[in-house]
Each structure stands twice: as C-alpha cells, then as structure tokens.
C-alpha cells in the first residue's frame, strides 16, 4: 500500500498512528470529564468524547495493523 | 435582542486545556514532519511539481477534495446555510457533483494523454502562447488572492475561539504552510491533504451528530427552524426556487441550475487547476479517471460537516447572527462564526482541540493547494516561457524549437534534446524556481488576507473572483476539446471577452447597485445569485466569440490535435475489466444517489 513506490511511504499508517494518538487523548479526557464536567456545555450527560475518542482510537490501530511497514 | 444577548457574550468563545494545546500542537508537528520527511522525494522537477506521477486514485481523489475542503468550505458555507438556509447544499451537489465525474469519464483522458502539467499547460498545446500566457496570469492572480481569504479566514477563526492576534495567527499559518510545501512540493501537500482530509472529518461530524440528537433528529431540526423563523423556508432544495422572491437567496431555479450547475460548477471542477492538478498527479489513466469520480462521492457528503451545522445553528442558538458589516458595528456574532459558535456549544476539552484542528487543517489544504498551484503555473507557465524567449532572442534557441519544447516539455523540462544542443536550465533550477514562488506566493497571500478583512462576505468574495476567470475558461477549454474547428484566435478571444465581460458586470453592479436587475435578471437577487448570472453571462460570450472567431480563421491541421481533441485522439482501450472496474460505472452510480438526494429534500 505505498502510496509513493520509491520511499514506500504510507501515508494510510501515518494517519493511522496520528487517529490513535488522538482517540487515546480524547477518551482520556472524556473519562476525566465524567467527574469533572465542563461549564456550559449541551448534551454532556451522553459524554461524547469517551465514545467519539473509543472510535477513533480502534480506527487508528485497526490502519496502524493494515498499513504497518511490511519489508519484502 | 439579538444585539443585546451579542454583546453580553464574551470576547472569547472558550479557553483551551492542556490536552487541546497538544492535540494543535500534534497537529503541527504532524504536517512539518511530513514536509520535511518527503523533501527528499521532491529533488526532480516530475517529483516537485507532478508528485512524480505516482499517486494512487484514493490518494489522489481526496487529496482533489481536500484542496477545495478549505477554510471557505468549513466556515463560509456553514455561514451561508445559517444566512440562506438548506439552498447552500446545491453548491455540493449539482454545483460540484456532475461536473467533477464529467472530468472523471469525458475530460480526464485529454488532460492526461496530453501529459501537460498544468492546465494553461493543456492550453498553449491546443491554442497557443497567448491563451495560455492570458489563462496563467488570471490564474496566478486568482490563487494568490484565495489563498489570502484562507489565511484571513482562519485567523477570524482562531481570534474569535482563542482570542488570538489576527496577524499573529496569518503570520504562523502562512509559514507553516510555505515550509511543508516549499520542502516536498506537490507530493507534500498532497499527502498533508489527506490526513487533514481526515481530520476535518474527525473533528467536524461530531457537531452534526450532537446536534441532530439535540433538536431531535431531521424532523425536530426543520420544526424547530420553522418556529424560529416563520413564513421563510430554509429547509427546501428546489421547491422555493420558482421565483426570486420565495427564497432566502434571491435566486431563480435557472440561476442554479445553468449558472451554477453548467458554467461555475464545470469552470471550476473541470479547468482549475488547483484541483486538476491533484488528478495530474495520479499514476495511471484509470486512476487519473478514478480520483474526481471517488472524490465526487465524499462531496456529496460533505453537507453533512458543513451545511448541517449552519441548519442546526438557525435552530439552536439563542439568538440571531447578523452580517459581517452589521456585526463589525455592534459587536454581534456574524453568520461566519457559526460553525465556530456551534463548536463551542457541543465539544469539551479533547474534542474542542480536535475540532479546532479540523479547522485549521482546512485552512492549511486550501492554502497548501492554493501555493503550490501557484508554484507550477509560475515556474511552467510563465517563467519558463520567458527564458525560451529571451533565448530565442539571443539566438540561442530557433522558434520553432522553442514551440517543440514546449511540446515535448512536460516533466521533463530540461529534456529538448535533440531540439538545443544544451539545455536552457536545468531541472534543478526549475524545482529551486519552484520552491522560491512558494515563498513569494505565501508573502502575496498574506497581503491579500489583510485587504480581504475591507469586504464584508467572504464568500461572496470568493464566487465573484470565480465568476470572473473560470467561468469562461470553462467554455475555452470544453471548446479545445470536444470541438477541433476551434482554433488559437477563437479560444484567446473567447477567454478574453468572457472575462472582460464578467469583470465589466461586476463593476457595472459596484457602480450602480441597479444594474443587478439587468445582470440577475430581478432587483430582488442578492450576491450570491448576483454571480450565478455573471457567470452565466461570461460563459455565453466567451463560446459565441469562440465559435465565431473560429469559424473565421483557419483550423489546425487534424495531425496537430492527435492527442488534445476528441475525434482526433485514439483513446487507449481498458482492455478486459470487470464492470465494477471501469469508472463510469461508478460515475453512475454516483449520479443515480445525487438524483434521489435532491428528490428527497425538493
């Protein structure tokens, strides 16, 4: 899946690394907010970041597993 | 009450926590790594300018999106939903959607087996120096000055949420962006593109999914707009579009469906080359055909991030947004900050800092697709013709070697081999010539962004500069292709009048506010319609001079068209593929979705 032949670069699992990085943080702060909720803001009884962070923390692993660096 | 409740509000939207800073933070450190890494791809002229030619049709048909899913995109049509209500999606659909799977199936394959490398590139090989001399310049000028909307709009962004300085915010985005390009060229902007691709979609759907939950669902947004609004319909496709009056906009079905839908639409999607240049860049002809067919398919989801908020916005905030103009003068929220405004409505610490991301991830691929088109124009178009004229001045190169290589010349800029016994400059110089417009761009845009704050609809800014270049380029080039009479003093003439007579509308308005009767066809058209109509009008004059300077002057030979024209080119055979392989399959089945999408919301 090298998008460019010559570096084998993916850029698939760069996005990958970089939505796991991202879901790890959103889900940790949606976890804090639990206890620790944020003034004034709507709809935060359905805490979005802990489900919106889960998603995409699974997404960025299951691009990190498709789109690893395979070496022939 | 709306200014009261405005004016009670803070200066500041919200502050961010720590784990926002990083998440921003990530964000820039994600894009100049990316630039830097690729910088060693990006030595050649092919890599720096053509991506060498090397990308997938996913990787190139998002990273198509991305370069148009800019600042004016996220902020500007979600302003435009809360101003004109659901009317802003036609920009998506039949102001985007046809006209990007006709480049796909009937346009791709002459940009591609042409091997030009720009799109003023395809026009000197079909009419000549001055046409594309005259395309290069209007485009040059039109990116630099988008490209400073993007940079202004962002900072509105960032002072409006953060309460950062203005100047401060254009300065800092403006070189990160010239760094990451300016190190990797082409292949850089186009794998940042779709990573911001998909984090502008990661940031952004969750405003439209809390806010669909808030007004419960479809049906409690379109009651809720109702009772806040009543007696206007913001919620209806086509059915208020019988008259000027039964819209919000001001604009008559024929506004939309000929000057939106046939000439702004296909001017755009078919012959800019900030776009085309994306699909230029795609490894093969399948791809090349492939990438604006699967990037068709995302536009017309795009609505779901942009106009659905501004629709929520109408529906939830507590009170009214105003006009730029009305806003700078007492202190209200305008209809540009309602995506920022919704954001802060729904999203804690986390999901602010990624929705802000979002954000200025489509201010950096707009400006990114922007400079580096700029970049290749520059450099292709019109440097590098004024060394080969100088040269053929100096008696170094014969005239019609100079024509040569400018056919041969593609990638392979140094390559007139056989035709000079040295080459003018070499690649090098080129991919440095490159690197230093980008810079340059950059400095212009961002002049640009401080002008652009002096208007008070972004916008509609940005439609009447569209109006103004590249709806007759659209009747240029459709022409050069479909049409092999046409000939190098039909297309110049052609271009020239259809812009002249756009710019001359425009002024015409600006003078006298009453001639928008003449040009909109109604006193009642607001702007936005205003520019439908001159494109409209551009578009026309520039195929009738066309035809009839064509008809008058002698043709090419057919010999000379092999390969630009339809009917004088052998297009390559797909040989043996399976039906769901072949694009125009999925072009249909594109189209099929876009016609019972409008049905639904008529």
């Known amino acids: ?72 | 009450m709306t200014m009261t409740l405005a004016m009670a509000l803070p200066a500041r939207l919200i502050n961010l926590n720590p784990v926002d800073w990083v998440i921003i933070g990530t964000y820039f450190l994600a894009t100049l790594g990316l630039g830097f890494y690729l910088k060693r791809f990006s030595e050649t002229g092919e890599d720096f300018f053509l991506a060498g030619r090397q990308m997938t049709a996913w990787v190139a048909g998002l990273s198509f999106l991305a370069a148009n899913l800019s600042s004016l995109e996220l902020m500007g049509w979600a302003a435009s939903s809360y101003e004109y209500g659901i009317l802003a999606t036609h920009w998506y659909w039949i102001g985007a959607v046809p006209a990007m799977l006709f480049l796909g199936v009937v346009m791709m394959p002459f940009y591609y087996i042409s091997k030009t490398h720009s799109v003023p590139g395809y026009l000197q090989l079909r009419y000549g120096e001055p046409t594309r001399m005259l395309s290069a310049i209007c485009f040059a000028f039109m990116t630099v000055l988008v490209s400073g909307v993007n940079m202004y709009a962002m900072a509105l962004v960032l002072k409006i949420m953060l309460g950062w300085n203005i100047s401060f915010s254009i300065w800092i985005s403006a070189f990160t962006v010239a760094i990451y390009v300016g190190l990797g060229g082409l292949r850089s902007a186009i794998f940042n593109e779709v990573l911001q691709f998909m984090l502008i979609w990661a940031g952004a759907i969750v405003i439209s999914i809390l806010g669909l939950i808030d007004v419960g669902g479809w049906s409690g947004l379109v009651a809720r707009i109702h009772a806040e609004f009543p007696g206007q319909d913001y919620t209806h496709l086509w059915s208020g579009l019988g008259s000027f009056t039964a819209n919000p906009m001001g604009v008559h079905w024929t506004g939309i469906v000929f000057g939106l839908g046939l000439i702004t639409s296909f001017g755009y999607w078919t012959t800019d080359f900030l776009v085309v240049q994306r699909v230029l860049a795609a490894k093969d002809l399948r791809s090349a055909q492939m990438a604006p067919i699967i990037a068709a398919g995302f536009k017309f989801c795009v609505p779901f991030i942009v106009i659905l908020p501004g629709l929520l916005g109408l529906a939830v905030l507590p009170y009214h947004l105003v006009g730029q103009t009305q806003a700078a003068a007492t202190g209200a929220f305008s209809y540009n900050e309602v995506l920022p405004l919704m954001l802060a409505r729904y999203c804690g610490p986390g999901l602010l800092g990624l929705g802000i991301t979002a954000l200025i991830a489509g201010f950096m691929s707009g400006m990114a697709g922007n400079v580096s088109a700029f970049a290749t124009v520059w450099t292709y178009d019109l440097h590098r013709p004024m060394i080969e004229r100088r040269a053929v001045r100096r008696g170094l190169l014969r005239p019609a070697a100079a024509a040569a290589a400018e056919v041969a010349g593609t990638g392979d800029i140094v390559g007139i081999s056989g035709v000079v016994p040295e080459p003018l400059r070499s690649d090098k110089h080129y991919v440095r010539m490159g690197r230093a417009s980008i810079l340059v761009g950059v400095l212009i845009s961002i002049g640009t962004a401080y002008f652009v704050m002096q208007f008070a609809s972004i916008m509609d800014y940005v439609q009447a500069l569209f109006s103004f270049f590249i709806a007759p380029l659209f009747g240029t080039v459709i022409l050069g292709m479909l049409w092999k009479r046409t000939t190098g003093a039909g297309g110049f003439w052609g271009l020239l009048s259809g812009t002249c007579t756009s710019v001359g509308m425009w002024l015409a308005i600006k003078v006298n506010p009453g001639a928008l009767a003449y040009v909109a066809l109604s006193s009642h058209a607001k702007a936005m319609a205003a520019n439908l109509y001159q494109a409209l009008w551009s578009g026309i004059v520039c195929v009738l001079v066309t035809v009839v300077v064509s008809l008058a002057t002698a043709p090419r030979p057919e010999a000379e068209l092999n390969g630009l024209v339809y009917g004088c080119t052998l297009l390559p055979d797909d040989g043996e593929m399976a039906l769901y392989q072949r694009p125009w399959f999925w072009a249909a089945i594109v189209f099929t979705v876009l016609f019972i999408g409008n049905l639904i919301l008529w």
Not at chain 1, 20 to 30: E, F, M, P, V
Not at chain 1, 36 to 53: C, F, K, S, T
Not at chain 1, 54 to 65: Q, R
Request: proline share 4%; hydrophobic share 55%.
């Open chain 1, 1 to 72: 899946m090298a998008e460019a032949h010559r570096s084998h670069f993916s850029i698939w699992f760069y996005i990958g690394a970089l939505l796991t990085l991202y879901g790890a943080l959103i889900l940790g702060s949606g976890l804090w907010q639990i206890d620790h909720p944020a003034p004034g803001l709507a709809l935060q009884n359905l805490h979005a970041g802990v489900w919106w962070g889960g998603f995409l923390l699974v997404s960025g692993l299951i691009y990190l597993a498709v789109f690893r660096p395979r070496h022939n």
